[in-house]
């Protein structure tokens, strides 16, 4: 890193450094913007950012693996769609400016480097957006909160990226802890941390390399099939309704003529959803493993058949785990179209499984499965 950061900026005098991790989801997908439960935890894969005041009135911005050499007068005053991961650093700096009046006046230069596949499902962008929001916070004394840290980044994603994401990914970033997930109830915020006693077991990620266009505008699509159920109920039951969070199973099921056959599936799943992070988190603590792969199985057949977001790739990789030995469970991750599967399996068979399951993925895909085992990491750093 050092080597990387004299070639660009000439030394590494002043350089202060911060890092962001991604994130797993063990379980809890698509509840996050309906005011659900979530269960993620912050991995060893990381994004770390490196920045010095330059004394001029120009950001220079290179990342290594994300490609390029940006540089950026100052003031920002717009973000294009078009500027791959520059966007994210403008948006920061935008969201900075709109929530609490910051204006970045300063040059800097700042070096980006990370270990989060790119497009795998493992919020690589909002580890980004939170190790920037964190730098300008650290850098200039904004005195944010964490809390403020991962809305400032969740916003600057809603608002200047583009995708209408929740606020799972960013605070798992913010507030990961090392063996722990968090059980985090995303309509007051509230958490808890939920320790992992994984022993001789272990989650591993299936990474298909398959990332849908389509991604972002199909979830933003999720989310307002969402909001339309959500419009219905409260419409026809009482504006107290806030969020799908607020609505049973029996409610949604006993009331299915008012919705469109869509729009029914996605509320169903929801409300399922939600409640299987509860029944996880028991399970983890009363270690009952069985349960812990019922429920994950069950999340997947959720998002494949009710909340259509899965994929024959993703399917492919968790109908063969069903089958394998060794494997307590698993399930695709995530926003879903392409990405990860997460499965938790025991050491000792992880090599079998992951042979096996590469190569019929190879035989049926053409295409290299990637396999990552995960350790549970820290939140936010800096040194
Ligand atoms: C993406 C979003 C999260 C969450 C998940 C699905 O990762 O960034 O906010 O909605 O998808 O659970």
């Given at each position: 890193m050092e080597k990387d950061i004299e070639k660009i900026f000439a030394d590494t005098k002043g350089f202060t450094f911060f890092q962001a991790p991604g994130r797993i989801n063990i379980i809890g997908e698509h509840t996050d913007y309906n005011g659900g439960y979530v269960l993620p935890a912050a991995i060893d894969k990381k994004i770390t950012v490196g920045v010095?005041?330059?004394?001029?009135?120009?950001?220079?911005a290179y990342s290594k693996?994300?490609?390029?050499?940006?540089t950026l007068p100052l003031p920002i005053v717009q973000c294009e769609e078009r500027e791959g991961w520059v966007k994210h650093l403008k948006a920061v700096v935008l969201t900075l400016r709109d929530e609490i009046g910051f204006h970045l006046k300063e040059g800097l230069d700042i070096y980006i480097t990370g270990n989060i596949p790119v497009g795998a499902g493992l919020s690589s962008s909002a580890a980004l957006d939170?190790?920037?929001?964190?730098?300008?916070?650290?850098?200039?004394?904004?005195?944010?909160?964490?809390?403020?840290i991962a809305r400032f980044a969740q916003k600057a994603e809603n608002e200047y990226v583009g995708v209408r994401?929740?606020?799972?990914?960013?605070?798992?970033?913010?507030?990961?802890?090392?063996?722990?997930?968090?059980?985090?109830?995303?309509?007051?915020?509230?958490?808890?941390?939920?320790?992992?006693?994984?022993?001789?077991?272990?989650?591993?990620?299936?990474?298909?390399?398959?990332?849908?266009e389509l991604r972002n505008s199909k979830y933003n699509l999720r989310r307002s099939e969402c909001e339309r159920g959500l419009k219905i109920l409260q419409k026809t039951f009482s504006s107290d309704i806030k969020a799908l969070s607020d609505v049973t199973e029996e409610q949604i099921k006993k009331n299915k003529g008012l919705f469109s056959g869509n729009v029914y599936k996605r509320l169903l799943y929801v409300v399922q959803?939600?409640?299987?992070?509860?029944?996880m988190v028991k399970a983890l603590k009363n270690k009952a493993y069985d349960e812990v792969g019922r429920l994950l199985y069950a999340s997947h057949n959720g998002l494949k058949y009710l909340y259509e977001v899965s994929s024959p790739e993703l399917d492919l990789i968790v109908d063969h785990l069903?089958?394998?030995?060794?494997?307590?469970?698993?399930?695709?991750?995530?926003?879903?179209?392409?990405?990860?599967?997460?499965?938790?399996i025991y050491k000792n068979y992880e090599r079998d499984i992951s042979d096996f399951i590469e190569d019929e993925y190879y035989t049926e895909f053409k295409r290299k499965l990637s396999i990552y085992p995960i350790s549970i990491t820290d939140g936010i750093a800096f040194h």
């Open positions: 010095r005041k330059s004394g001029s009135n120009t950001i220079r693996e994300y490609n390029g050499l940006f939170v190790a920037l929001t964190f730098t300008l916070n650290h850098l200039f004394s904004l005195g944010l909160s964490l809390l403020q994401c929740g606020i799972m990914d960013q605070f798992i970033s913010v507030m990961g802890k090392k063996g722990r997930a968090i059980l985090l109830n995303t309509s007051n915020m509230d958490y808890e941390y939920v320790p992992l006693a994984l022993n001789d077991m272990r989650f591993v990620l299936f990474d298909t390399n398959v990332h849908h959803e939600n409640h299987r992070v509860l029944e069903r089958e394998r030995d060794g494997v307590i469970g698993g399930r695709m991750m995530g926003g879903g179209f392409g990405g990860c599967v997460l499965a938790l």
